[in-house]
């Protein structure tokens, strides 16, 4: 019986995917139009630019601001998370944390 038990939780879990957050989505559809008019370099272009001059840095990921047009860059140094901020018109670093 528990064995029919777990295999049922597994199933339910699996069935259904999970509910995608629709402000996720806005920004992602916001970012996209963005990249698209012209108004922020594409992202594999900032990576390009940025990624190099953190040297020994775990890159973990982007994200877009539209709005302003500012990317942030996240990466790991010895357990401490750096932001890195970067005009998206540009490809210039105009601020960094951490």
């Given at each position: 019986m528990l064995m029919f038990a777990?295999?049922?939780l597994t199933m339910s879990q699996t069935a259904f995917p999970p509910a995608v957050d629709p402000h996720f989505q806005r920004d992602q559809q916001r970012a996209w139009?963005?990249?698209?008019?012209g108004r922020v370099l594409p992202l594999p272009e900032i990576e390009r630019r940025v990624v190099p001059t953190?040297?020994?840095a775990q890159y973990l990921g982007?994200?877009?601001?539209?709005d302003s047009g500012i990317y942030?860059?996240?990466f790991l140094r010895n357990g401490n998370v750096i932001w890195v901020r970067v005009d998206g018109r540009s490809g210039?670093?105009?601020?960094?944390?951490g």
């Amino acid at each position: 019986m528990l064995m029919f038990a777990l295999l049922a939780l597994t199933m339910s879990q699996t069935a259904f995917p999970p509910a995608v957050d629709p402000h996720f989505q806005r920004d992602q559809q916001r970012a996209w139009e963005a990249r698209r008019e012209g108004r922020v370099l594409p992202l594999p272009e900032i990576e390009r630019r940025v990624v190099p001059t953190m040297r020994g840095a775990q890159y973990l990921g982007p994200e877009l601001d539209p709005d302003s047009g500012i990317y942030t860059l996240k990466f790991l140094r010895n357990g401490n998370v750096i932001w890195v901020r970067v005009d998206g018109r540009s490809g210039q670093i105009i601020g960094r944390t951490g």
